[in-house]
């Protein structure tokens, strides 16, 4: 059964860190593009990265770039978002998807196949 699983979210504080964890089951993620796709209060998903299947190339929001980086290890069938630097408006839930064709450009949430669960992330003092 093809299933990704996140995990990392918590409650942090403004300018901390996290790094989220995405592990896939029952399929290869070489395959794959994965991208991080996140929801906050009130409004709808937005994807705000995705990685190539090889990992030479990512994309990034504007609302991150500069402090998320994503990156995979196909070799672990992992996928990852170290988040740096938080600001209480990047609190949501982080859902961890998998696309099958890289188009050059920072993926929306519809251009996914499949999800994860979603972890809640949090940012507060």
């Known amino acids: 059964q093809l299933q990704l699983v996140e995990s990392g979210g918590g409650l942090v504080q403004p300018g901390g860190s996290l790094r989220l964890s995405c592990a896939a089951s029952?399929?290869?993620?070489?395959?794959?593009?994965m991208g991080w796709i996140r929801q906050r209060p009130g409004k709808e998903r937005e994807g705000i990265s995705c990685?190539?299947?090889?990992?030479?190339?990512?994309k990034y929001a504007d609302s991150v770039k500069g402090r998320f980086t994503i990156s995979r290890d196909n070799a672990k069938n992992m996928v990852y978002l170290q988040m740096n630097n938080l600001k209480p408006e990047d609190t949501g839930v982080y859902y961890c998807?998998?696309?099958?064709?890289?188009?050059?450009?920072?993926?929306?949430?519809?251009?996914?196949?499949?999800w994860g669960q979603g972890t809640q992330v949090t940012v507060s003092s």
């Open positions: 998807a998998a696309a099958s064709t890289w188009r050059g450009i920072l993926l929306p949430a519809s251009e996914y196949t499949y």
């Open positions: 029952g399929f290869t993620l070489d395959y794959y593009v």
């Open positions: 990685i190539n299947k090889y990992a030479y190339n990512t």
